[in-house]
C-alpha cells in the first residue's frame, strides 16, 4: 500500500460512522505513530539498498573483497530488512506476521552460506610485509594490506616491517577475558552525551592499556624485529590498520593511534596503545555515525621502519572538492608529513596536470615556521624551521613529478582516484607510507559571493569540504569545549586536529586559522559532508555565539544566518 492509500484510509477511519469514529487525541496518536513507523521504514529501506548497491559496485569493480566486508555488509542488510518488516506490521497491524517468518528462514540461509568460510582466527600472530597483499584484507587490514600490494605488485618502495594480525588482537581480548567486559559496557551506553562518551572511551582504553600481551605474541613481535632490523637503535612507526580502516568511504582518518619513532624496547606497549585506540571517542563516534558494530573493526597493527623524513606529505590524484577536476595535487612540508595529516602547521601545494607530459601547473609555497622531526630520546618533537627554508618549496620540480608518476600508478593499480601518504628520506627516495581511495565530493556550481554581497568577515583559507551552512559558532581549544557543543552549531577551531572529529556529526559547517585539504579532519568532513573552510587564518572576527553563515565553496563566512543570494540547504 502506497503512503498517499494509507494515509487516505486512516483519514476515512476519522470521518467514518460516530461507531468508528476516533476520538481527536486517539487519533493524533494513532497518526504520530504509524508516520513514525512510515519514516522509518523507508529509511531502513534507503540504508538496505545502499548496502545492496555498495556489495553490487565492489562485485563490478573486481577489487580485493575480504570477509568481513561480506559479513558486515549482509548483517546491516538483515538489520535493515528486519526494521522495514517491523515497521510494515505497526503500519498494517497483523497483515504481514508471515513476513517476520520467512525474514528468518533467508537469514538462516545466509548465515549458513557465511558459516562456510573460515574466520581469520587461525592466521599466524605475525606476518611479514614481504608476504601480505590485498588477499590478507581480514588478517592484515586494509592499510597494510594496501601497503604490501604497493610494495609487491606497483614496485614502488614502501618501509619495511611486519603486521601484528587481527587473529592476535582476537587472542589478546580472549587471553585477558575483556569481551564481556567490552559488551557490558558498549551496551550499557545508550546517551548521545558527549561527557559520557569520554568516560565511556576512557574506561575501555584502560581495559585493553592494563592487559598482558600473550607471551606468543610478544615473542612472536621479538622475531619478525630481529628479522629485519637487529640494530638495538632502530626505531619503528606503529600504525592503526583495523578492518575496514582506509576503505572507500570509510577511511576512519585520524580516527585511530599511530605511534612513530618507537623504541625497539617499547613495541609492546606501544603495540597496546594502538589497540586501546580503537576505542578512542572520536572512533567510536565515526563507528556510530557509519553504523558500524565493534566486533567488525578488529585492529591489526604494522609495525614499520621509522623513515626519518627530510619532506613529507599527501598527494591527491585528484580534487577531493571536486570529482570533476582530475588535476594531480601535492602538499608537501619539512620533516614528516605528520604536520600536514594532523593538520599542524602551513605547507606548500603543487599541481600536477595528467596526461601527456605531466607538468606543474601552479605552487603555492607556504611559511613554513614549524616541523616534525624524528629525536633519538624524545620520538617526534616540533622544530624551528630555519629562516631560509621556510618560504623554500620542501620539494623540487623533478621530486613533484616523481610524487605525481607515483600517484597515477597507483591509481591505475587500485582503480579508483587514491590518497596517498608518502616521504622522501634522508637518502632523496621516496617512500610510500599510505594509500586509501581518495574522498571526493561532487562537482557543485561557484558559490562566489556576486558583488552586490556583504562583505564577509572572514575570506581566504581553502575549501576542505564543498557547501553551505549557518549555525552558531562554537569554538573548541579543549575537550571542555567539545563537551558543550551544541548540535548545528559551528565548528571553529584553531587546529583542526583529528580528536575534533568525535564531534563533527554535530557541526553544521567546520572553520579552522590552520591546516589544508590533505588533513583527517578534512577527509572525514567529506565523508559527512560538512562544509569545512580550513587555514583561513585570524578567526578573531568570530565570537562564540555569533550567528554565521559559512560558503567553503566561495571560502567565506558571513556574518548573520540567512545571506540573501545564498540559500543554504544544508540541515543538521
Same mark, same amino acid.
Not at 476519522?14 to 481527536?24: F, Q, V, W
Given at each position: 500500500?502506497?503512503?498517499?492509500?494509507?494515509?487516505?484510509?486512516?483519514?476515512?477511519?476519522?470521518?467514518?460512522?460516530?461507531?468508528?469514529?476516533?476520538?481527536?487525541?486517539?487519533?493524533?496518536?494513532?497518526?504520530?505513530?504509524?508516520?513514525?513507523?512510515?519514516?522509518?521504514?523507508?529509511?531502513?529501506?534507503?540504508?538496505?539498498?545502499?548496502?545492496?548497491?555498495?556489495?553490487?559496485?565492489?562485485?563490478?569493480?573486481?577489487?580485493?573483497?575480504?570477509?568481513?566486508?561480506?559479513?558486515?555488509?549482509?548483517?546491516?542488510?538483515?538489520?535493515?530488512?528486519?526494521?522495514?518488516?517491523?515497521?510494515?506490521?505497526?503500519?498494517?497491524?497483523?497483515?504481514?506476521?508471515?513476513?517476520?517468518?520467512?525474514?528468518?528462514?533467508?537469514?538462516?540461509?545466509?548465515?549458513?552460506?557465511?558459516?562456510?568460510?573460515?574466520?581469520?582466527?587461525?592466521?599466524?600472530?605475525?606476518?611479514?610485509?614481504?608476504?601480505?597483499?590485498?588477499?590478507?584484507?581480514?588478517?592484515?587490514?586494509?592499510?597494510?594490506?594496501?601497503?604490501?600490494?604497493?610494495?609487491?605488485?606497483?614496485?614502488?618502495?614502501?618501509?619495511?616491517?611486519?603486521?601484528?594480525?587481527?587473529?592476535?588482537?582476537?587472542?589478546?581480548?580472549?587471553?585477558?577475558?575483556?569481551?564481556?567486559?567490552?559488551?557490558?559496557?558498549?551496551?550499557?551506553?545508550?546517551?548521545?552525551?558527549?561527557?559520557?562518551?569520554?568516560?565511556?572511551?576512557?574506561?575501555?582504553?584502560?581495559?585493553?592499556?592494563?592487559?598482558?600481551?600473550?607471551?606468543?605474541?610478544?615473542?612472536?613481535?621479538?622475531?619478525?624485529?630481529?628479522?629485519?632490523?637487529?640494530?638495538?637503535?632502530?626505531?619503528?612507526?606503529?600504525?592503526?590498520?583495523?578492518?575496514?580502516?582506509?576503505?572507500?568511504?570509510?577511511?576512519?582518518?585520524?580516527?585511530?593511534?599511530?605511534?612513530?619513532?618507537?623504541?625497539?624496547?617499547?613495541?609492546?606497549?606501544?603495540?597496546?596503545?594502538?589497540?586501546?585506540?580503537?576505542?578512542?571517542?572520536?572512533?567510536?563516534?565515526?563507528?556510530?555515525?557509519?553504523?558500524?558494530?565493534?566486533?567488525?573493526?578488529?585492529?591489526?597493527?604494522?609495525?614499520?621502519?621509522?623513515?626519518?623524513?627530510?619532506?613529507?606529505?599527501?598527494?591527491?590524484?585528484?580534487?577531493?572538492? #571536486?570529482?570533476?577536476? @582530475?588535476?594531480? &595535487? +601535492? $602538499?608537501?612540508?619539512?620533516? =614528516?608529513?605528520? *604536520?600536514?595529516?594532523?593538520? /599542524?602547521?602551513?605547507?606548500?601545494?603543487?599541481?600536477?596536470?595528467?596526461?601527456?607530459?605531466?607538468?606543474?601547473?601552479?605552487?603555492?609555497?607556504?611559511?613554513?615556521?614549524?616541523?616534525?622531526?624524528?629525536?633519538?630520546?624524545?620520538?617526534?618533537?616540533?622544530?624551528?624551521?630555519? #629562516?631560509?627554508?621556510? @618560504?623554500?618549496? &620542501? +620539494? $623540487?620540480?623533478?621530486?613533484? =613529478?616523481?610524487? *605525481?608518476?607515483?600517484?597515477? /600508478?597507483?591509481?591505475?593499480?587500485?582503480?579508483?582516484?587514491?590518497?596517498?601518504?608518502?616521504?622522501?628520506?634522508?637518502?632523496?627516495?621516496?617512500?610510500?607510507?599510505?594509500?586509501?581511495?581518495?574522498?571526493?565530493?561532487?562537482?557543485?556550481?561557484?558559490?562566489?559571493?556576486?558583488? #552586490?554581497?556583504?562583505?564577509?568577515?572572514?575570506?581566504?583559507?581553502?575549501?576542505?569540504?564543498?557547501?553551505? *551552512?549557518?549555525?552558531?559558532?562554537?569554538?573548541?581549544?579543549?575537550?571542555?569545549?567539545?563537551?558543550?557543543?551544541?548540535?548545528?552549531?559551528?565548528?571553529?577551531?584553531?587546529?583542526?586536529?583529528?580528536?575534533?572529529?568525535?564531534?563533527?556529526?554535530?557541526?553544521?559547517?567546520?572553520?579552522?586559522?590552520?591546516?589544508?585539504?590533505?588533513?583527517?579532519?578534512?577527509?572525514?568532513?567529506?565523508?559527512?559532508?560538512?562544509?569545512?573552510?580550513?587555514?583561513?587564518?585570524?578567526?578573531?572576527?568570530?565570537?562564540?555565539?555569533?550567528?554565521?553563515?559559512?560558503?567553503?565553496?566561495?571560502?567565506?563566512?558571513?556574518?548573520?544566518?540567512?545571506?540573501?543570494?545564498?540559500?543554504?540547504?544544508?540541515?543538521?
Amino acid at each position: 500500500m502506497g503512503a498517499r492509500a494509507w494515509l487516505q484510509r486512516l483519514v476515512d477511519r476519522i470521518r467514518g460512522t460516530p461507531e468508528e469514529r476516533l476520538d481527536p487525541e486517539e487519533a493524533r496518536n494513532l497518526f504520530q505513530s504509524r508516520y513514525h513507523a512510515l519514516r522509518l521504514l523507508l529509511a531502513a529501506n534507503t540504508r538496505a539498498l545502499d548496502d545492496m548497491a555498495t556489495m553490487e559496485q565492489a562485485v563490478i569493480e573486481g577489487s580485493p573483497i575480504g570477509m568481513t566486508f561480506v559479513r558486515s555488509h549482509s548483517t546491516e542488510v538483515g538489520v535493515n530488512v528486519f526494521k522495514m518488516v517491523r515497521n510494515l506490521d505497526i503500519l498494517a497491524p497483523e497483515k504481514y506476521t508471515l513476513l517476520f517468518d520467512r525474514l528468518h528462514q533467508i537469514q538462516g540461509r545466509i548465515d549458513a552460506e557465511l558459516a562456510t568460510v573460515p574466520a581469520p582466527e587461525d592466521a599466524p600472530p605475525v606476518l611479514m610485509m614481504s608476504q601480505v597483499r590485498r588477499k590478507h584484507l581480514d588478517v592484515a587490514g586494509t592499510k597494510m594490506a594496501n601497503l604490501g600490494e604497493i610494495a609487491g605488485s606497483v614496485g614502488l618502495t614502501v618501509p619495511d616491517g611486519f603486521v601484528v594480525t587481527t587473529a592476535a588482537y582476537r587472542r589478546l581480548i580472549t587471553a585477558n577475558d575483556l569481551r564481556t567486559e567490552i559488551e557490558r559496557l558498549l551496551q550499557a551506553y545508550q546517551s548521545e552525551e558527549l561527557d559520557e562518551l569520554f568516560v565511556l572511551s576512557s574506561r575501555l582504553q584502560q581495559l585493553i592499556l592494563t592487559a598482558e600481551v600473550p607471551p606468543d605474541i610478544a615473542d612472536a613481535i621479538e622475531a619478525a624485529v630481529d628479522a629485519i632490523h637487529p640494530a638495538p637503535d632502530g626505531t619503528f612507526a606503529m600504525r592503526s590498520s583495523a578492518l575496514g580502516e582506509d576503505a572507500a568511504g570509510v577511511s576512519f582518518a585520524g580516527q585511530y593511534e599511530s605511534l612513530l619513532n618507537v623504541r625497539r624496547s617499547h613495541l609492546v606497549d606501544s603495540y597496546l596503545e594502538v589497540i586501546a585506540s580503537t576505542y578512542t571517542p572520536q572512533a567510536m563516534r565515526y563507528r556510530m555515525r557509519r553504523g558500524l558494530r565493534d566486533d567488525q573493526v578488529a585492529m591489526s597493527v604494522g609495525c614499520l621502519e621509522m623513515i626519518s623524513a627530510r619532506s613529507g606529505g599527501v598527494v591527491f590524484s585528484g580534487n577531493p572538492g #571536486d570529482d570533476r577536476d @582530475r588535476n594531480i &595535487s +601535492i $602538499s608537501s612540508t619539512w620533516g =614528516l608529513p605528520k *604536520a600536514i595529516v594532523d593538520g /599542524r602547521f602551513a605547507s606548500d601545494l603543487i599541481v600536477v596536470r595528467r596526461g601527456g607530459v605531466p607538468e606543474i601547473t601552479s605552487r603555492e609555497i607556504g611559511d613554513k615556521q614549524q616541523r616534525f622531526i624524528c629525536h633519538p630520546r624524545e620520538g617526534v618533537r616540533r622544530a624551528e624551521v630555519p #629562516d631560509e627554508m621556510r @618560504r623554500r618549496s &620542501s +620539494i $623540487s620540480d623533478d621530486e613533484a =613529478l616523481e610524487i *605525481a608518476d607515483a600517484a597515477l /600508478r597507483l591509481e591505475a593499480h587500485f582503480g579508483t582516484p587514491v590518497d596517498v601518504e608518502w616521504a622522501i628520506n634522508e637518502n632523496n627516495e621516496l617512500v610510500i607510507l599510505q594509500c586509501r581511495p581518495l574522498t571526493q565530493s561532487c562537482g557543485v556550481a561557484d558559490r562566489s559571493p556576486p558583488p #552586490d554581497a556583504p562583505e564577509p568577515v572572514i575570506r581566504g583559507g581553502v575549501n576542505a569540504s564543498p557547501g553551505a *551552512a549557518a549555525g552558531q559558532v562554537h569554538w573548541v581549544r579543549r575537550d571542555a569545549d567539545a563537551l558543550s557543543f551544541r548540535r548545528g552549531s559551528v565548528l571553529t577551531l584553531c587546529q583542526p586536529l583529528p580528536r575534533w572529529a568525535a564531534i563533527l556529526d554535530r557541526a553544521a559547517a567546520v572553520v579552522a586559522e590552520e591546516g589544508g585539504v590533505a588533513g583527517h579532519l578534512a577527509t572525514v568532513a567529506r565523508e559527512l559532508s560538512v562544509p569545512a573552510i580550513l587555514g583561513a587564518g585570524p578567526l578573531d572576527a568570530l565570537e562564540n555565539g555569533a550567528e554565521v553563515t559559512v560558503v567553503a565553496t566561495g571560502r567565506a563566512v558571513f556574518a548573520g544566518g540567512g545571506v540573501g543570494w545564498l540559500v543554504v540547504t544544508r540541515t543538521r
